[in-house]
């Protein structure tokens, strides 16, 4: 079973020399040496398995051609489960390389866990992101499958109502599209047509965003608005285990203050169990 991250306030982030060997993945970098490091004094606590060449993705990595015949193919490559039950290589490039190119068909590899990896981050802010981010594809997972067990489950109900429901939600924008035209107000490199078509788009969803403010109700369950969920990133909130989602239009379009109530954005409150607990408006405070 997946479990979600506890964010440790007391993280320090793995150190950097010159010469060391970092991996990018997006913001998160990790430093490869050290991970190596690890792995040469702890071979024991990792699990090492055989994976089949055809399932090592490179990814985007360049290589060094003149580098590719060198390696040693009997040495491990290195993966790290970057999100739930998703492994990628995170050392090993060349010599996936060379095994494609030789026709081989497995190579051994050490398989790190979440909290084998994370400790080889090299900043507190690449740290706090992971934790989000680890956490969001948590969440989304257990929702994912609470809402097929529901399904599974249910028993006689509305399909016609269901599946207006369902096709209003899937109208309505997500939150990352809301939030990009909302900054073509705040200052952000736009023409005025631009601005005409995102403002259309912002009144079109604005309707949209209060008319299902109308229709969710306390007590009822987020799987009851399917659709719901993939409107915006949820967030969890580790002092009460419960989960939230933010709707509606931010501040810049037409709420321009920076604080107090925007009356045009709320934010749906759940436990773990998708049971809607608190609708409220979004408050701005400096």
Same mark, same amino acid.
């Given at each position: 079973?997946?479990?979600?991250?506890?964010?440790?306030?007391?993280?320090?982030?793995?150190?950097?020399?010159?010469?060391?060997?970092?991996?990018?993945?997006?913001?998160?970098?990790?430093?490869?040496?050290?991970?190596?490091?690890?792995?040469? #004094?702890? $071979?024991?606590?990792?699990?090492?398995?055989?994976?089949?060449?055809?399932?090592?993705?490179?990814?985007?990595?360049? !290589?060094?051609?003149? *580098?590719?015949?060198?390696?040693? !193919?009997?040495? $491990?490559?290195?993966?790290?489960? =970057?999100? $739930?039950? /998703?492994?990628?290589?995170?050392?090993?490039? /060349?010599?996936?390389?060379?095994?494609?190119?030789?026709?081989?068909?497995?190579? /051994?590899?050490?398989?790190?866990?979440?909290?084998?990896?994370?400790?080889?981050?090299?900043? #507190?802010?690449?740290?706090?992101?992971?934790?989000?981010?680890?956490?969001?594809?948590?969440?989304?997972?257990?929702?994912?499958?609470?809402?097929?067990?529901?399904?599974? %489950?249910?028993?006689?109900?509305? *399909?016609?109502?269901?599946?207006?429901?369902?096709?209003?939600?899937?109208?309505?924008?997500?939150?990352?599209?809301?939030?990009?035209?909302?900054?073509?107000?705040?200052?952000?490199?736009?023409?005025?047509?631009? #601005?005409?078509?995102?403002?259309?788009?912002?009144?079109?969803?604005?309707?949209?965003?209060?008319?299902?403010?109308?229709?969710?109700?306390?007590?009822?369950?987020?799987?009851?608005?399917?659709?719901?969920?993939?409107?915006?990133?949820?967030? /969890?909130?580790?002092?009460?285990?419960?989960?939230? =989602?933010?709707?509606?239009?931010?501040?810049?379009?037409?709420?321009?203050?920076?604080?107090?109530?925007?009356?045009?954005?709320?934010?749906?409150? %759940?436990?773990?169990?998708?049971?809607?607990?608190?609708?409220?408006?979004?408050?701005?405070? *400096?």
């Amino acid at each position: 079973m997946i479990q979600p991250l506890r964010e440790d306030p007391c993280f320090s982030p793995c150190p950097v020399d010159d010469g060391d060997e970092l991996f990018p993945n997006g913001i998160f970098v990790f430093n490869v040496s050290r991970m190596l490091e690890y792995l040469e #004094k702890n $071979p024991a606590d990792v699990k090492l398995v055989e994976i089949p060449v055809c399932h090592l993705d490179q990814g985007f990595s360049s !290589l060094n051609e003149s *580098h590719v015949d060198t390696v040693d !193919l009997s040495h $491990p490559v290195v993966l790290a489960e =970057i999100s $739930p039950g /998703h492994y990628n290589l995170i050392d090993g490039h /060349h010599r996936v390389a060379k095994a494609q190119r030789q026709g081989a068909k497995s190579l /051994h590899a050490y398989r790190l866990t979440v909290l084998q990896h994370i400790r080889f981050l090299t900043s #507190k802010e690449a740290y706090h992101s992971y934790v989000e981010y680890w956490n969001g594809k948590v969440m989304r997972a257990l929702l994912v499958l609470l809402i097929s067990v529901t399904t599974s %489950f249910a028993g006689d109900f509305d *399909h016609a109502a269901f599946k207006q429901l369902r096709d209003f939600i899937h109208t309505l924008p997500a939150r990352e599209r809301v939030v990009a035209d909302v900054a073509l107000f705040r200052g952000g490199p736009s023409t005025e047509a631009q #601005k005409q078509e995102a403002t259309e788009r912002l009144k079109k969803a604005k309707e949209g965003f209060d008319r299902l403010k109308t229709l969710i109700r306390i007590g009822t369950s987020v799987f009851d608005y399917p659709g719901l969920i993939a409107l915006a990133r949820p967030r /969890h909130s580790e002092a009460d285990n419960t989960y939230s =989602i933010v709707l509606g239009i931010p501040p810049g379009w037409n709420w321009t203050h920076e604080q107090g109530t925007n009356e045009n954005e709320y934010e749906i409150f %759940f436990d773990n169990h998708g049971l809607i607990t608190e609708l409220r408006p979004v408050i701005y405070r *400096h």
